[in-house]
């Protein structure tokens, strides 16, 4: 298996969130898709990022002081976030894009012009390897 294409979620199958999203709209897409952590494009859909609840969590404490009301005051480009989800493009090797997978919920994949086309998930490998290794189950 060479193809990161294999493992694609696909852009109109994924969550995201808009740069010029606040803070509590990014709370509430986060909360409706069940994510920990989901991809930031802007709006010419290039990819800028990756929002987590860490971040959320540490942006609610510092710039709202816990007032949800505060939220829609401040964009998510206002929050530093801890860990960068850098993007890879298809044609990345399956042996660098297991590397970066291994340490980061999703791996955002990008075209040639930075245009966002999809994640793959660390569950998607991992349930590949595991039909790989265990076939008979």
């Not at 990819?47 to 609840?53: F, H, I, Q």
């Not at 801890?82 to 994949?109: C, G, W």
């Not at 012009?113 to 490998?125: P, Q």
């Amino acid at each position: 298996m060479n193809n990161i294409l294999f493992f694609l979620m696909p852009k109109a199958m994924c969550a995201y969130l808009y740069d010029d999203y606040t803070i509590r709209q990014a709370l509430e897409k986060m909360e409706a898709a069940g994510y920990t952590a989901i991809p930031i494009l802007n709006r010419r859909g290039e990819y800028r990022g990756a929002l987590t609840e860490g971040d959320l969590l540490w942006a609610l404490k510092n710039m709202c002081y816990m007032d949800i009301r505060q939220a829609e005051a401040h964009r998510i480009t206002e929050i530093s976030h801890r860990k960068e989800y850098v993007p890879v493009r298809v044609t990345t090797s399956m042996h660098d894009l297991i590397d970066r997978a291994s340490t980061q919920n999703f791996v955002p994949v990008v075209d040639d012009k930075d245009a966002f086309i999809g994640i793959v998930t660390r569950r998607s490998i991992i349930k590949y390897c595991r039909e790989m290794l265990f076939p008979e189950d």
